[in-house]
């Protein structure tokens, strides 16, 4: 399986290559997808839920997490409410379970890519139906790597 190669392939300092980029994208689909931050940032004033600043807020406070890809920051979307842009907060109590020093690129990983814990499933995919476990799962990793 593709994802499942991912950690082997990264970059040695951490950060996204091509393949890896498609690879978080494709994995992201399913749960709102990834966006640009100016884009985001956008449809927060879009939505009257904030704007650039509030964006750069939400990141260094690590309410949602991003992670940089060819000079863009990139935000997957399952952080928010798909209809009104409010903060998910099963993501953010998951975020908080992780190590602080993981980087977004770290955590998009995490979340992305099945875990053994959670029977092959990916994070990402139980946030809604089995949060206990993810929980639990991010608790057991702490500053861990993913697998």
Known sequence: MLMQSLPARAAADGRPNGPDFATLTAAYRG????ERGDDLARLL??????????LARLIASRQIFSFPWQHSLWVPMFQFD???LSIGGAA????RELTPGRDGWALARWF????RRLDAQRPVDLLRSDLAAVLRTARAD???PAG
Do not use: I, K, N
């Open 45 to 54: 004033e879009e939505r009257l839920r904030g704007d650039f600043l509030t």
């Open 112 to 115: 992305a890519l099945p875990h």
């Open 142 to 144: 702490g500053g861990g």
């Open 31 to 34: 749960s709102g997808g990834m």
């Open 92 to 95: 953010h109590q998951v975020v």
């Open 82 to 84: 798909p209809v009104d």
